[in-house]
């Protein structure tokens, strides 16, 4: 089974800070990828990365960053955080043989930014 | 561009009661579409999904036809049970004449609570 580790199930920091958020996976898979999950608004993507040290936007990037230095990490970084960024957060992995290739999801981290 | 559209919830269901949820897309060429579920305090974990036109997919008693005539892909299961209580969410991956690399569009979900 594939498995995707997300490094804390819940995690309280203060504005202004600088945030990590890891996530692992197991499978070798080519594409990961960082979500938000809000009530009412479903899932939105952050960021992905479609291979090792490749990234791009999703459809709401801003205040955030990735990196992706292995193939199984890929960490999100919120910069410098603000309350807005409160949220549950989800990391997906994938292989990368066709568009019919489900995603594998974490945990997820609950994020609350004081 | 891509969208998903559920029905609006919650939906709430007595034990052995008919499910169904809605899910209608848009999008261009022919995307694959999925249907995850997300337990209490749990990350999303794939229920079923269908790759081309007509496909039936089917998992754990839930079932969903992709209807390209309709652009829908609605979720049904015949006898619930408490255990099914979760948010269900409705997506679709693909982009005609590109590549891309499994990005997911997500419906709101649909929260679901069944009682005895």
């Known amino acids: 089974d594939v498995k995707v580790t997300q490094s804390s199930r819940y995690l309280v920091k203060r504005t202004g800070e600088k945030v990590f958020l890891e996530c692992v996976q197991d499978?070798?898979?080519?594409?990961m990828f960082w979500y938000r999950q809000d009530p009412g608004l479903g899932l939105r993507l952050i960021y992905f990365?479609?291979?090792?040290?490749?990234?791009e936007k999703g459809d709401i990037p801003e205040g955030y960053s990735v990196s992706r230095e292995k193939k199984e990490r890929f960490s999100l970084i919120l910069e410098s955080a603000s309350t807005n960024q409160t949220s549950m957060y989800l990391c997906a992995s994938r292989n990368d043989r066709g568009d019919n290739q489900p995603q594998h999801f974490g945990d997820g981290t609950r994020l609350s930014i004081l | 561009g891509n969208s998903v559209t559920q029905m609006e919830g919650p939906v709430t269901l007595s034990e052995e009661a008919f499910l169904t949820i809605n899910c209608t897309y848009t999008a261009t060429g022919y995307p694959s579409l999925f249907w995850y579920v997300q337990y209490p305090g749990e990350g999303l974990q794939l229920l079923l999904k269908?790759?081309?036109?007509?496909d039936k997919g089917s998992n754990k008693g839930f079932e969903a036809t992709y209807r390209k005539e309709t652009t829908s892909f609605h979720l049904e299961k015949g006898s619930v049970q408490v255990s099914d209580s979760a948010v269900y969410f409705c997506?679709?991956?693909?982009?005609?004449?590109?590549?891309?690399?499994?990005?997911?569009?997500f419906g709101q979900g649909t929260i679901l609570t069944v009682h005895p």
């Open positions: 990365s479609y291979d090792v040290k490749m990234k």
């Open positions: 997506a679709l991956s693909g982009n005609a004449g590109g590549t891309s690399y499994g990005k997911l569009t």
């Open positions: 269908a790759t081309k036109a007509d």
């Open positions: 499978m070798d898979h080519e594409n």
